[in-house]
């Protein structure tokens, strides 16, 4: 295993331009950096919904409040999961396929 796949993946968590970068230079062919990938942009993708949803406001920003601290957990955890190698997917988000 390349220690730079262990890298991009964890890259690939923090923010959009840490997903770009991943996907730019990381080997998109091995699968536990395309598994973080696309658990990534799952995450990047729900929180712009998020931030969206906050922006409107009422009943709906309260949602998206609470959608927020999950995916901040799932960040977490899939950073963790990154650092170890694994590519066991996240709950709810693991299955989430872009490539």
């Given at each position: 295993m390349n220690k730079n796949i262990k890298l991009f993946s964890v890259i690939s968590y923090i923010t959009w331009i840490g997903w770009i970068i991943a996907f730019v230079f990381g080997d998109r062919n091995d699968r536990i950096l395309k598994q973080h990938l696309n658990q990534a942009l799952a995450l990047n993708i729900v929180g712009?919904?998020?931030?969206?949803?906050?922006?409107?406001?009422?009943?709906?920003?309260?949602?998206?409040?609470?959608?927020?601290?999950?995916?901040?957990?799932?960040?977490?955890?899939?950073?963790?999961?990154?650092?170890?190698?694994?590519?066991?997917?996240?709950?709810?988000?693991?299955?989430?396929r872009v490539f």
């Open positions: 712009i919904l998020v931030s969206t949803g906050n922006r409107i406001g009422g009943i709906i920003g309260y949602a998206a409040g609470i959608i927020a601290m999950f995916a901040f957990a799932f960040t977490i955890w899939g950073i963790v999961r990154a650092v170890k190698m694994s590519d066991e997917p996240l709950p709810f988000i693991g299955n989430f």
